[in-house]
């Protein structure tokens, strides 16, 4: 089992930044897979990011591309989401996910993950 918990949402101005983190714990003895994905009012579920955690590989969501950076900290047993230049359009609740697998095909399909987080709301104002 593997639990995650994400940290750093809030309110911030349009152009603004924000870094989110996701802690894991429990098996995080083992290789694994990790995505956020993020949900609008009335919305369905998104993918944003994700990342290999043995050779931190990335992908990236085209609507985030340029702008967020998706980074791990083996040591802390932590992803990060670094959001830059943020939109109205960012505003969403934010999730982390995670998969006991070292590889996942299609790392933007959120039935690919086993575990996720409770979300943290980040608001931006225009």
């Known amino acids: 089992q593997v639990q995650l918990l994400e940290s750093g949402g809030g309110l911030v101005q349009a152009g603004g930044s924000l870094r989110l983190s996701c802690a894991a714990s429990?098996?995080?003895?083992?290789?694994?897979?990790m995505g956020w994905f993020r949900q609008a009012p009335e919305q369905e579920r998104e993918f944003v990011a994700a990342?290999?955690?043995?050779?931190?590989?990335?992908y990236y969501a085209d609507s985030v591309k340029g702008r967020f950076t998706i980074s791990r900290d083996r040591a802390q047993n932590t992803v990060y989401l670094q959001m830059n230049s943020l939109k109205p359009e960012d505003t969403a609740v934010y999730s982390c996910?995670?998969?006991?697998?070292?590889?996942?095909?299609?790392?933007?399909?959120?039935?690919?993950?086993?575990?996720w987080g409770q979300g943290t709301q980040v608001t931006v104002s225009s």
């Open positions: 996910a995670a998969v006991l697998k070292a590889y996942i095909n299609y790392p933007d399909r959120e039935d690919k993950y086993d575990y």
């Open positions: 429990g098996r995080t003895d083992r290789n694994y897979f």
């Open positions: 990342i290999i955690w043995s050779d931190g590989r990335t």
